[in-house]
Nanobody, 121 residues
Framework: QVRLVESGGGLVESGGSLRISCVVS????????MGWYRQAPGKLRELVAR???????NYSDSVKGRFTISRDNNKNTVYLQMNSLKPEDTAVYYC???????????????WGQGTQVTVSS
């Protein structure tokens, strides 16, 4: 069974940086794409960054140029480096793993607990 454990969130001032992590177990980490998602209060969960098995990365327009996704297959871990944070980045951040198209759509039936990122103005 796939287990996802996100960590590293916190409170940061606008313009600051955070790096969040997600450790994955219960699956062969290196063969699947990984995605970072976020859900703000009252909004739907959205994909903000994904990295494929060949390390190709894609970002939503709202975070492009500020966020960087990376993966360490030796540690079964995916990271999201977040720079130049804005109050509108405030959300619970989740990771997930699976085939590329599933990561694209976020059509998973299992999620981790997420990690809260709060950006103060």
């Amino acid at each position: 069974q796939v287990r996802l454990v996100e960590s590293g969130g916190g409170l940061v001032e606008s313009g600051g940086s955070l790096r969040i992590s997600c450790v994955v177990s219960g699956t062969i980490f290196g063969v699947n794409a990984m995605g970072w998602y976020r859900q703000a209060p009252g909004k739907l969960r959205e994909l903000v960054a994904r990295i494929s098995r060949d390390y190709t990365t894609n970002y939503s327009d709202s975070v492009k140029g500020r966020f960087t996704i990376s993966r360490d297959n030796n540690k079964n871990t995916v990271y999201l480096q977040m720079n130049s944070l804005k109050p509108e980045d405030t959300a619970v951040y989740y990771c997930n793993t699976g085939p590329f198209l599933t990561v694209e759509t976020g059509a998973f039936d299992r999620w981790g607990q997420g990690t809260q990122v709060t950006v103060s103005s």
